[in-house]
Every structure is written in structure tokens, then in C-alpha cells.
């Protein structure tokens, strides 16, 4: 007879343990908000090397490609997050049992302590000037046109006739770049993921973009938030792998003294 199939991997265990809940706003939170801050600057780098590549002609694969980089950009915020809760409710589970033991928990200590809104504090801290100079662009941002190139040299020579000359007078009128433009080239940058998937060919679709431009620069970013959040879970999952070992060393110690215990076979 056969017997029942052993499951090749055990169901892994989840232990959650009291903490002690800390302050959600604090100038710790806020300092650690200067992580989104380099992040994204080191995505616009990263972007400006690797996004030239994701153009791809056929729009269902330039999605594809530009949206994948997005995921991995919010993965890695993702795991950042993830680790600082866990760290966050580690340093929380000792609070509370001092404070159980009589002993004072400061101030500081309940900023350290873990609390489910700390990442959204931090992500909000840190893409918040982000968020201003979007909206500024947003309500300013106009379609664009098409302008016109500049004029060959040879072309030079006919400008001197006064009905050819009047005729490319337009070509020579230059506008400075304003306040819109230059939120624009910066909103770009931030956004370029985005500009790939939609391309350059339509203006109105660029437009809507850049109105959309305050809630899309917080895309990715969040992901820190939402892996701060994981905190408490994976700390329990190490409480569980720990009393997970030390139930298999248990079990190992009592059939190894067991066996020392079974008389040995007379020859």
C-alpha cells in the first residue's frame, strides 16, 4: 500500500507578538522622507540612460517595457519600506515590554516605535515638493503646437527680397522659455515613464499627462508606504520561523535521546 504524499513544503507560520504603537508624524519620519527624495532622483538618472531604449514603434510593447521599469523602480521602494517596518515594529515589541517592566519610554523612543501611517508621513513629507511644483505646472500648462525649424542657410540670400523676406519673417521670431516651459522639462523628467508609453504624437494626451502630473509623481513612491506596512507581518513570519526551529530541535533532541535509550541487540 501507499501511503500518504509528505507535502513538500510546510505552510510557513506567522506569530504576532504586542508592540507598542508609536507616533505617526514625527521629525524622524520626516528626515527618512529624504530616501524618496534620493530615490527619485536617482530613477530620473536611471531613466534618462535606459529610457531611450523602451521607444519601441509598436505602443503595446513601449507600454509593456516603460511599465515594467515602473514596477521595478516601485518594487525597490516596495522592499525599502518593508525592511524599515519590520525594523520599526522590532524596536516597538522592546518598547512595550519595558514599559511593562516599569520603565520609562520617551519620547523619542514612540518615534522609533511602528505605526501603520509613519510610511504615508514619510511619503508625503518626501514628494511633497514634488507634488507643488506639479500642481503650479498643472494649472499653468497649456497644448502644445507645432513651431517651425529653423531655415537652411542657402535660404539666407532670398530673406533680402522684401515679398520673400516679409513671407519668413515668422522664422525668426523667438519667444524665451518661460516659467511653463520650465516646470515642463522638469515635470517630464519625473514623469518620463509615462511620456514613453504615450508618446509625443498626440499634444492633447501630453496635456492630460501633465494635469494628472500631481497624483502620478506619488505612483511610485507609495510603494515605500505600502511596504512599510508589511512590517508587523514579517516580523511575525521571523517569530514563527524561530518557534518553527525551535520545535524541529525539540522533536530532534527527544528522538535522539530516545534512541540513546533503546537497549542494544545481544550477539
Known amino acids: 500500500m501507499q501511503g500518504k504524499p509528505r507535502k513538500s513544503k510546510q505552510k510557513a507560520a506567522f506569530i504576532y507578538k504586542p508592540y507598542l504603537k508609536g507616533n505617526w508624524r514625527s521629525v524622524l519620519a520626516a528626515k527618512r522622507s529624504l530616501r524618496i527624495l534620493v530615490y527619485q ?47 520599526d515594529v522590532t524596536f516597538a515589541e522592546v518598547a512595550l515590554a519595558r514599559r511593562e517592566a516599569g520603565k520609562e519610554v520617551t519620547s523619542a523612543e514612540l518615534d522609533r516605535c511602528y505605526h501603520p501611517l509613519k510610511g504615508f508621513f514619510t511619503v508625503l513629507v518626501g514628494t511633497l515638493p514634488l507634488i507643488l511644483l506639479s500642481l503650479v505646472f498643472a494649472l499653468i500648462a497649456t497644448e502644445q503646437h507645432y513651431r517651425l525649424g529653423s531655415l537652411p542657410g542657402w535660404v539666407a540670400g ?7 523676406g516679409l ?3 515668422y522664422y525668426h521670431e523667438h519667444q524665451g522659455i518661460g516659467l511653463e516651459g520650465i516646470l515642463r522639462i522638469v515635470v517630464r523628467l519625473l514623469l518620463f515613464p509615462f511620456v ?6 498626440s499634444s492633447a494626451a501630453l496635456l492630460w499627462l501633465e494635469r494628472l502630473s500631481p497624483l502620478l509623481v506619488c505612483l511610485i513612491p507609495l510603494g515605500y508606504a505600502l511596504g512599510y506596512l508589511q512590517g508587523p507581518r514579517l516580523r511575525a513570519g521571523v517569530h514563527g520561523a524561530i518557534s518553527t526551529d525551535a520545535r524541529r530541535r525539540v522533536r530532534r ?5 530516545a534512541q540513546r535509550q533503546q537497549p542494544r541487540n545481544l550477539v
Open 158 to 164: 532670398f530673406e533680402r527680397r522684401a515679398d520673400v
Open 196 to 201: 514613453n508609453m504615450i508618446g509625443t504624437s
Open 253 to 257: 533532541q527527544k528522538k535522539e535521546r
Open 167 to 169: 513671407a519668413l519673417q
Open 41 to 87: 532622483v536617482a530613477f530620473i538618472f536611471a531613466y534618462l540612460f535606459i529610457g531611450q531604449v523602451l521607444l519601441f514603434d509598436a505602443m503595446v510593447w513601449r507600454v509593456l517595457a516603460n511599465l515594467l521599469v515602473l514596477l521595478s523602480f516601485g518594487a525597490l521602494l516596495y522592499n525599502d519600506g518593508a525592511r524599515m517596518g519590520m525594523e
